[in-house]
């Protein structure tokens, strides 16, 4: 009964895929830089992503290989940019960018490290806080760059920081 019942969540497990970063999204980014704050509140809902304070002007290096889903302008995220990692498996959100990097389009492809854009505080950040708010959501089965499942940042992030 018990092995069954490993054996069931071992399967569970399995079917949830788990994204792996290959570049981080800022050159030398260390762990200690990372705060865990998916859970936080921001307003009426959760944060579910990760603010890593950098100069305003860091580059943003894409974190895989893939697609630019969507350049979107928002109210709370200000400049952003949705990319999709090749299997359209998970997408990555970038927000609060100063601004793009010069030729990144729509449905464009970028190679993990790419320069995509750069830090600022567009949209509702604090304009004395410039930040890469970086997101990560499992995409639904009509893969829309605006549907997906939140996962945390942090634990992937340090992950990749530490291989
Ligand atoms: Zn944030």
């Known amino acids: 009964m018990l092995v069954a019942t490993m054996g069931w969540m071992a399967l569970l497990l399995l079917s949830n895929a788990v994204p792996a970063l290959m570049s981080p999204p800022i050159a030398g980014l260390t762990a200690k830089e990372l705060h865990d704050s998916f859970d936080q509140a921001r307003g009426s809902a959760r944060h579910e992503a990760i603010d890593i304070l950098e100069a ?8 895989v ?3 630019v889903a969507k350049l979107f302008l928002s109210k709370p995220g200000g400049n952003t940019i949705y990319e999709f990692d ?9 927000a609060h960018l100063d601004r793009y990097a010069s030729g990144i389009h729509d449905g464009m ?19 004395s806080a410039p930040h890469l708010h970086f997101a990560i959501f499992q995409l639904g089965p009509d893969k829309h760059w605006w549907q997906g499942t939140a996962v945390n940042p942090y634990p ?4 990749l920081l530490r291989l």
């Open 56 to 63: 305003r002007g860091t580059p943003v290096h894409a974190v």
């Open 65 to 67: 290989d893939g697609v």
């Open 156 to 159: 992937v992030l340090l992950r």
């Open 109 to 127: 492809h970028v190679s993990s490290g790419q320069v995509i854009g750069y830090v600022g505080s567009s949209g509702n950040a604090d304009p």
């Open 86 to 94: 090749e299997s359209g498996t998970f997408c990555y959100y970038y």
